[in-house]
């Protein structure tokens, strides 16, 4: 049981990211480099979070201080790969704008790959603990544990990994338009659902829909302001959805 409790989990947390990266960056090695060093940048984030949280002795048992520290110092790293990227834009075209490949002739997409990156890395930290005591000994829930934390925690995960994609467009869009208001709600939205999260540390599992669910939401909102700031429209993405559907039908049919 503990090993289809670990692979439902790995797979309901990291399924979604790892088919995004298969089918829009795996083939590119330039976009690989690029989803590498913002997977870097996140982790000197958390570096720098960790060394801030170590120096602050008195304010060490508090969970409040480490995650708003966290989330703004994950903000000012975005910042700072986007001021790396636009000082090296010139650089990067010369690189990329080649017969084989243009990928920043678009800047939303490598916003999407940095947010990426940022989400993975961020995915990746948030749930191999869990999966590791996922695989046992003992079955959870026997002393008064939720019994549903696995799943909530990979639902959790996928939700952060997403936001931080959608998060990156918007980010990179905001400052590149100058309509700070979007950088102001990738800021204050991050810090809402990480705070959400915070309802969860009596381990009671009773506030896990109060979590999950304005997650979530936030991460609805977040998928259409980037969609819309990318140049795309809901409408749009419904047609490639159902056209994507219609086209595997044919090719069923015509096996």
């Not at 910042?79 to 000082?87: R, T």
């Not at 678009?106 to 990426?116: C, D, E, F, R, S």
């Amino acid at each position: 049981m503990t090993v289809y409790t670990f692979f439902g989990c790995a797979l309901t947390a990291y399924g979604t990211p790892l088919a995004l990266f298969l089918l829009t960056i795996s083939s590119d090695p330039v976009k690989i480099i690029i989803l590498i060093l913002s997977a870097f940048f996140w982790l000197l984030s958390l570096l720098f979070s960790a060394i801030l949280w170590t120096a602050v002795v008195p304010l060490k048992e508090e969970l409040a201080f480490g995650m708003v520290f966290s989330v703004l110092f994950q903000e000012i790293f975005r910042l700072l790969i986007y001021l790396l990227l636009d000082k090296a834009d010139s650089y990067l075209k010369k690189l990329t704008e080649t017969e084989e490949t243009q990928i920043f002739a678009n800047k939303h997409i490598l916003a999407y790959v940095v947010g990426l990156g940022f989400g993975l890395m961020s995915g990746a930290f948030s749930l191999v603990n869990v999966l590791a005591a996922s695989l046992g000994p003992g079955t959870l829930g026997f002393n008064g544990e939720p019994h549903n934390f696995f799943i909530v925690s990979a639902l959790m995960t996928l939700c952060m990994v997403l936001l931080h994609t959608s998060w990156g467009v918007i980010f990179f869009s905001s400052l590149d338009s100058g309509t700070y208001w979007q950088t102001g709600f990738v800021i204050l939205s991050h810090m809402f659902v990480s705070c959400l999260s915070l309802l969860n540390s009596h381990n009671s599992g009773a506030m896990y829909p109060a979590t999950i669910i304005p997650s979530y939401l936030v991460l609805l909102v977040s998928i259409a302001l980037a969609v819309r700031v990318a140049g795309g429209s809901l409408g749009g993405v419904k047609t490639a959805i159902t056209g994507c559907g219609r086209g595997a039908n044919m090719e069923v049919q015509a096996d």
